[in-house]
């Protein structure tokens, strides 16, 4: 009943063209497993602007700059909300996080915690120290492949390296590493959060039946599972920090403290800080630090150099300019300074966002009044996904939007910090990812190391073409099969 009064509703409004629907289902059948190309294709018969019902949730499908600039600027109060779903309340204790939590105050006083103390420019500069030595331990890895003469899975690598980095950033300690490519607990317990979190759930579509889809398809179980050990490493790594604290007479200085280490100290500063900062806050923080920061730097760097390794032309435009900047400087590591002189190398990087954004259907926003957007009817509560990889790909914007291109940034005022709706790798409006300055540095400095100390070739001397690019779909979209590459060193 619930459903048939919605579907009643819809054809009194002047909504959005969209396919035909289903009965009950409407048109999840169409998601398919790769769902922002589904819906690429989609758009291409229906237009930019597409109505579809999901279940029982009416979503509108945003193909276009000039429609995106529409939700995500000229509305972006009315759009800037976000739906709730089971994975995303669990894994930020109620919607506690930034990224997931409803528009509101409660969201005001987090970005504007997060964007002071969190990712500032401060704060970023002050892990440059992490980064480099990851990246060393990284390249070290590599050297002992190269050695003996091994093949360098590369997506591994990355991952565990991403991992690392992010681990200390947040509890300023390395977790205990097996095998080559420094796995670690943490790698694994992401990992599996992140597969978890990131997965489409039937129930998400049906809100009146959530819990017991949920229950039947077996989510719930495997959602409760993985909270419970990373409820678990929260609890473990805040009450060492208390411990340590008060253990010590002597505080960390600013450039020395960890994520953790700034969120415990304002928890205790209720009357500057103007709320209650309580432990639940903290850990929807860290969720969303490692949600956000760990998958999406390693699946960059993994498709930044799988179009390298298809287009040798720009690897070699790249790596002389690497080499330029860089000189003779064997075995050290490629320092934060140089890099700010690579400007190829940026453009290498804007390419890939663009081909291959964090995250090509960014965390849904949710209309929170009706509105009109160009000559259409949006309903109140209308989940909004905006499709960052066809907007990536739209050739009214860019021309030979498939072919793998750095110099189209070269000279261009066009950068990702939400500006230019062409290219919104991290979205953009009040809801734009704060920490994307963070997420670049990580990038930056892995890829230009990667580039300078190796050549890189595919193994058995199979042809650059034979990479397969094929992807698969979760918070961020990687590649289905991991990047292998054999490495010599330079």
């Known amino acids: ?76 109060q009315v759009f800037c909300n976000r739906p709730s779903t089971p994975a995303f309340l669990k894994f930020t204790y109620g919607g506690l996080d930034i990224a997931g939590a409803k528009y509101g105050d409660h969201w005001r006083q987090m970005r504007k915690l997060c964007m002071v103390e969190i990712f500032s420019a401060r704060r970023v500069h002050s892990f440059k120290r992490v980064r480099e030595e990851e990246v060393h331990v ?49 790698h694994d317990l992401m990992r599996e959060t992140i597969e978890v979190a990131g997965e489409l759930s039937v129930g998400d579509f049906f809100p009146c039946l959530q819990y017991w889809v949920n229950v039947i398809t077996g989510f719930q179980g495997k959602l409760e599972r993985s909270f419970k ?38 928890s205790e500063d209720h009357a500057n800080l103007g709320f209650s900062l309580t ?11 490692f949600f956000a920061g760990t998958e999406t730097t390693a699946a960059t760097l993994e498709w930044a150099l799988s179009e390298l390794m298809r287009n040798p032309r720009v690897m070699k435009k790249a790596k002389d300019e690497v080499y330029r900047v860089v000189g003779e400087k064997k075995g050290k590591v490629v320092e934060e300074s140089e890099i700010q002189q ?45 499709n960052a990889w066809a907007i990536g790909r739209d050739p009214t914007s860019w021309e030979n939007p ?14 990702y910090r939400g500006h230019h709706l062409q290219f919104i790798p991290f979205g953009a409006g009040r ?25 890189w ?22 590649k289905k099969l991991p990047l292998v590459l054999m490495a010599t060193t330079t």
């Open 1 to 76: 009943m619930s459903i048939n009064r919605t579907s009643r509703k819809s054809r009194r409004r002047n909504l959005p063209p969209g396919p035909m629907k289903l009965p009950i289902i409407g048109n999840l059948h169409q998601l398919g497993h790769l769902p922002h190309r589904s819906l690429h294709r989609l758009s291409a018969t229906h237009g930019p602007l597409m109505h579809l019902q999901l279940g029982q949730i009416p979503t509108l499908i945003v193909s276009s700059p000039e429609l995106a600039s529409q939700i995500l600027k000229t509305h972006d």
């Open 457 to 478: 070739e595919l193994p058995n001397k199979t042809s650059k073409m034979d990479i397969n690019m094929t992807e698969s779909f979760g918070i961020s979209v990687r």
């Open 279 to 289: 432990r639940d806050h903290i850990k929807a923080i860290l969720a969303d630090v």
């Open 402 to 415: 498939e072919i793998f291109f750095p110099e189209r940034f070269e000279g261009s005022v066009i950068n």
């Open 229 to 266: 050990r990373v409820d678990e490493l929260w609890e473990r790594e805040i009450g060492e920090h208390c411990l340590l604290s008060d253990l010590s007479d002597d505080p960390s200085h600013d450039q020395e403290e960890d994520f953790l280490d700034v969120l415990l100290k304002l």
């Open 138 to 186: 990284l390249i070290q890895s590599i050297r002992r492949c190269c050695s003996r003469s091994e093949a360098v899975n590369l997506s591994e690598m990355l991952l565990c390296m991403s991992n690392n980095i992010t681990g200390r950033q947040a509890f300023r300690k390395r977790f205990s590493n097996v095998g080559e490519c420094n796995r670690s607990e943490l």
């Open 342 to 386: 690579m400007h190829y190398l940026k453009c290498v990087i804007n390419e890939t966002l663009r081909l291959h954004p964090l995250g090509p259907l960014p965390i849904p926003r949710e209309s929170m009044e009706e509105c009109r957007i160009h000559i259409y009817d949006i309903p109140r509560k209308t989940r909004v996904f905006v």
């Open 431 to 455: 809801r734009m990812c704060p920490g994307m300055q963070l997420g670049i540095a990580n990038i930056e400095i892995a890829l230009a190391n990667l580039l300078y100390h190796f050549n």
